[in-house]
Nanobody
Framework: QVQLVESGGGSVQPGGSLTLSCAASGISTSSYIMGWYRRAPGSQRKLVASMSTSENENYDSSVKGRFTISRDNAKNTVSLQMNSLRPEDTAVYYC????????????WGQGTQVTVSS
């Protein structure tokens, strides 16, 4: 059974930082494109950042320069370092894994809430 479990969400003031982590079980992350999505209230889920199996990074323009995605395949984890947080970063953040050889095989975490407010 595949599980993606996010942690590290919480409340922070504008300008603050948080690090989200996603622990995967039942898969080997080295064969997966790993990503982070978010869903803000009243909006659709949107890609924030992703990292290919060859560790190429991709970011939404709204977070580029502030967020950094990283992965540790030995530990089967992916992280999202979020700096200079803004109120508009408030959302539920989801971990996502896509099998490199078959994109129909993809999995979601349950989500973790990030709230940026003064």
């Amino acid at each position: 059974q595949v599980q993606l479990v996010e942690s590290g969400g919480g409340s922070v003031q504008p300008g603050g930082s948080l690090t989200l982590s996603c622990a995967a079980s039942g898969i080997s992350t080295s064969s997966y494109i790993m990503g982070w999505y978010r869903r803000a209230p009243g909006s659709q889920r949107k890609l924030v950042a992703s990292m290919s199996t060859s560790e190429n990074e991709n970011y939404d323009s709204s977070v580029k320069g502030r967020f950094t995605i990283s992965r540790d395949n030995a530990k089967n984890t992916v992280s999202l370092q979020m700096n200079s947080l803004r109120p508009e970063d408030t959302a539920v953040y989801y971990c996502h894994a896509v099998f490199y050889f078959d994109h129909a095989r993809n999995y979601w975490g349950q989500g973790t809430q990030v709230t940026v407010s003064s």
